[in-house]
């Protein structure tokens, strides 16, 4: 067992400890300013890592002692066994924060840290790559205590290896999920188990990805420059308790708009297979297909599907887009055009901050709790409705 941290975008620690709880039950976590601390095998953590869709990184603890010198921080360091944890090619990379300690100069702390974990290796002949995948190590001095962790993820776990980088302040996976998770949690307080999915302005449908949680096409750490006795570690799962059985997926038919050609394109490629799916070029045409489903007698299945509408539209505020939402008139008046368009039941939407506030809601929607976060450096509310006429009772 050891004890893992999740770290959270400020703000969405409470999302994290959700999901930490899903995915490990029994690992008493606590979320704390930053992040989640839980208990957890590098077995199970290495077999759900990839599942774990809100948190930024995870770190595994190695150590925790006080440090007030060099000699003893090269000491203890040089201890800890590292041969055992370190992939024979990896390359090891130190990061250091340090506060109200004597060992203040970062550059020495990671020199030293550096040198020892080196010390305690077999000579490698120049085996080590510079593998984008490095071992990460983390040392945090706090009052002359020094917290040395191993980062378990490799890249940032918003890399989930499957998009390409859209437009230049794209929405992080990890931000998208933590909207997805709000999400689901709106749509299972009903009674309906069958929905239609509106992205009207989907990029890559980044939501959707998220919602449909595939399994990320990419390397961790764990287990691949960071070891650990797998075969033991794995046979303590059997003891743990089942998790994660697969529900069925509420939402019956899916629809996505974009008006940009080439991530239409994408769009096309990844729904290839998708037979519940309709892709317009812009959201206005999107809103006439689905006017002209409601109005048609012989719509069948699809009219009668409430629908929950995902949006991330262009925020205009470094790039000029005659579609941008810059300001909160302008947000009011994107809200009314959701209304008018999708009659939607579930409604979540991602507006940058503006100075006035927050923009008042079509009559009849009801506000839920926002998630507010940063992207790039911009402030950022993800805002979630009902609208009660519509939902499914
Ligand atoms: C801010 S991006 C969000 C994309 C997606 N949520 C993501 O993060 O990948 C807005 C997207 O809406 C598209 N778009 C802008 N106006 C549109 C319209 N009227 N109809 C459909 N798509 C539109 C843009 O091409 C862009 O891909």
């Given at each position: 067992?050891?004890?893992?941290?999740?770290?959270?975008?400020?703000?969405?620690?409470?999302l994290?400890?959700?999901?930490?709880?899903?995915?490990?039950p029994?690992?008493?976590?606590?979320?704390?300013?930053?992040?989640?601390?839980?208990?957890?095998?590098?077995?199970?953590l290495?077999?759900?890592?990839?599942?774990?869709?809100?948190?930024t990184?995870?770190?595994?603890?190695?150590?925790?002692?006080?440090?007030?010198?060099?000699?003893k921080?090269?000491?203890?360091?040089l201890?800890?066994?590292?041969?055992?944890?370190?992939?024979?090619?990896?390359?090891v990379?130190?990061?250091?924060?340090?506060?109200?300690?004597r060992?203040?100069?970062?550059?020495?702390v990671?020199?030293?840290?550096?040198?020892?974990?080196?010390?305690?290796?077999?000579?490698?002949?120049?085996l080590?790559?510079s593998?984008?995948?490095?071992?990460?190590?983390?040392?945090?001095?706090d009052?002359?205590?020094?917290?040395?962790?191993?980062?378990?993820?490799?890249?940032?776990?918003?890399?989930r290896?499957?998009?390409e980088e859209?437009?230049?302040?794209?929405?992080?996976?990890?931000?998208?999920?933590a909207?997805?998770?709000?999400?689901?949690a709106l749509l299972d307080?009903?009674?309906?188990?069958?929905?239609m999915?509106?992205?009207?302005?989907?990029?890559?449908a980044?939501?959707a990805?998220?919602?449909?949680?595939?399994?990320?096409?990419?390397?961790?750490?764990?287990?691949?420059m960071i070891l650990?006795?797998q075969?033991?570690?794995?046979?303590?799962?059997?003891?743990?308790?089942?998790?994660?059985?697969?529900?069925?997926?509420?939402?019956?038919?899916?629809?996505?708009?974009?008006?940009?050609?080439a991530r239409?394109?994408?769009?096309?490629?990844?729904l290839?297979?998708e037979?519940?799916?309709?892709?317009?070029?812009?959201?206005r045409?999107?809103?006439?297909?689905?006017?002209?489903?409601?109005?048609?007698?012989?719509?069948?299945?699809q009219?009668a599907?409430?629908?929950?509408v995902?949006?991330?539209?262009?925020?205009?505020v470094?790039?000029?887009?005659?579609?941008?939402?810059?300001?909160?008139?302008?947000?009011?008046e994107?809200?009314?055009?959701?209304?008018?368009?999708?009659?939607?039941?579930?409604?979540?939407?991602?507006f940058?901050?503006?100075?006035?506030g927050?923009?008042?809601?079509?009559?009849?929607?009801?506000?839920?709790?926002?998630?507010?976060?940063?992207?790039?450096?911009?402030?950022?509310?993800?805002?979630?409705?009902?609208?009660?006429?519509r939902l499914p009772?």
């Open positions: 067992m050891v004890t893992a941290f999740a770290i959270a975008n400020p703000g969405l620690e409470d994290v400890e959700h999901e930490v709880v899903n995915l490990w029994a690992s008493q976590p606590q979320a704390e300013r930053g992040g989640v601390t839980f208990q957890v095998t590098l077995g199970d290495h077999r759900r890592l990839p599942e774990l869709r809100v948190a990184r995870v770190l595994i603890r190695v150590a925790e002692f006080v440090a007030k010198d060099f000699p921080l090269h000491k203890r360091t201890a800890l066994g590292w041969r055992h944890w370190l992939a024979k090619d990896a390359e990379k130190v990061k250091v924060a340090s506060q109200a300690s060992l203040k100069i970062k550059r020495r990671e020199e030293v840290v550096a040198e020892a974990i080196e010390e305690s290796r077999p000579p490698t002949r120049g080590k790559t593998s984008s995948l490095a071992a990460q190590i983390y040392v945090r001095l009052q002359d205590r020094a917290m040395i962790s191993v980062d378990a993820s490799g890249e940032l776990m918003h890399k290896g499957d998009r859209v437009g230049r302040a794209p929405l992080r996976e990890t931000w998208a999920a909207v997805v998770q709000r999400l689901r307080r009903t009674a309906e188990s069958s929905w999915w509106i992205e009207p302005m989907a990029g890559t980044v939501f990805r998220e919602w449909r949680a595939e399994r990320p096409q990419r390397d961790w750490a764990l287990g691949r650990f006795r075969q033991a570690e794995l046979a303590s799962e059997s003891d743990q308790t089942a998790h994660g059985t697969l529900s069925v997926d509420p939402i019956a038919h899916w629809c996505f708009a974009e008006s940009n050609p239409r394109q994408g769009l096309k490629v990844w290839a297979e037979e519940s799916a309709t892709l317009a070029e812009s959201s045409q999107l809103g006439e297909i689905l006017i002209g489903v409601l109005a048609s007698s012989s719509s069948g299945i009219a599907l409430p629908r929950v995902v949006v991330n539209p262009p925020w205009g470094r790039l000029k887009s005659p579609e941008a939402v810059p300001t909160r008139a302008k947000q009011a994107f809200l009314e055009d959701l209304e008018k368009n999708f009659g939607p039941a579930i409604v979540a939407v991602v940058p901050r503006t100075r006035e927050l923009a008042g809601a079509p009559a009849g929607w009801r506000e839920m709790k926002p998630l507010q976060f940063k992207v790039g450096g911009l402030p950022v509310v993800a805002r979630f409705f009902e609208v009660r006429a009772r």
